[in-house]
């Protein structure tokens, strides 16, 4: 099976190459750095490679293409609409459009910010979203355009945690916590923390069962980021009293951001058979990858 990952350098996607480039023929985009070595990766930038891409997905006619290629910064996007318009929603419809004709399945990453966070229990797959800000609103105008051909799939996924250079907020944690830095974090926003190996292996259960439809891919936690930060001092024996909370109403932060839009995955288990960890198992696999990581560095 051959696979393309759009946006291979990134969070999710160079993971993605990580985990399947030895069980599938895999190549990847990539617009900075190559993601994985001993992968074949175009140098592509959207939207003016557009045609590279294009001419790309019509000669390798790639059996899946993931689409993890996505701002996400909040604030970003607020204040860019149209070049986020153009990377979400028009490239979203271009790929779309190449892939029904060459009758490539799409796997499309989406985002717990399609909805607005007011009501008390866990959004399902059923309900209704009703994004609050602009990266919200072109995730959710990209998976309808997905799910017009209903082979393809959207993941919604949030609060993806692991470590390394790009997982800003885990990193964030424990690089100052390490050297007794106080830290602050969001205690009236919550989210579904999700362990990023867990998140790719609920990827791999979507190919190998030829899933199709909507799927909410995270952790079973729903948590604010002050606790998040407080567990993870705690399970990595750092000094809580380090971490502090802030209000995200005194953020000076320009988006908008749901208070509780956690996703609710008892889809993914019923139908996929993959369980999701809670926060404190997640972090805790963190945790052996950390001193794993430690450990051969200092070999």
């Known amino acids: 099976m051959k696979i393309l990952v759009l946006g291979g350098n990134g969070l999710i996607g160079q993971k993605i190459v990580e985990k399947l480039k030895n069980q599938f023929d895999i190549i990847s985009t990539h617009n900075k750095k190559l993601p994985s070595k001993n992968v074949q990766s175009v140098k592509i930038s959207l939207p003016d490679d ?7 997905i019509e000669k390798e006619k790639p059996n899946i293409i993931i689409n993890t290629m996505a701002y996400s910064n909040l604030d970003f996007c607020e204040e860019n609409r149209d070049e986020v318009f153009s990377l979400h929603v028009d490239m ?7 892939c029904s004709k060459i009758n490539s399945k799409i796997i499309f990453i989406s985002t717990d910010y399609v909805f607005d966070g007011n009501q008390e229990k866990k959004y399902t797959e059923d309900d209704e979203p009703n994004p609050i800000n602009y990266y919200g609103e072109t995730k959710l105008l990209a998976e309808r355009i997905v799910l017009k051909d209903p082979k393809n799939v959207v993941l919604r996924t949030s609060l993806v945690y692991g470590y390394g250079e790009r997982v800003r907020f885990m990193k964030y944690v424990i690089e100052n916590l390490q050297n007794q830095k106080k830290i602050f974090a969001y205690n009236d926003i919550f989210n ?7 998140f790719v292996e609920s990827v791999e ?7 199709s439809g909507i799927f909410h891919m995270v952790g079973s936690s729903c948590i604010t980021r002050y606790d998040f930060a407080k567990k993870i001092a705690k399970i990595f024996g750092f000094d809580e009293s380090l971490v502090s909370f802030i209000s995200i109403k ?11 839009p956690c996703l609710d995955n008892s889809k993914c288990s019923e139908i996929l058979g993959y369980n999701f960890s809670d926060i404190d198992k997640g972090i805790l696999k ?3 990858n950390f001193k794993n990581i430690s450990v051969n560095e200092n070999n």
């Open 250 to 260: 005194e953020s000076g932060l320009i988006a908008k951001r749901p208070v509780s």
């Open 50 to 56: 557009f045609i590279l891409l294009k001419n790309l």
């Open 192 to 198: 579904s923390a999700t362990n990023i190996d867990e």
């Open 205 to 211: 259960k979507v190919i190998e069962n030829d899933a």
């Open 92 to 98: 979203t419809n271009k790929i779309s459009t190449i």
């Open 286 to 288: 963190i945790l052996n």
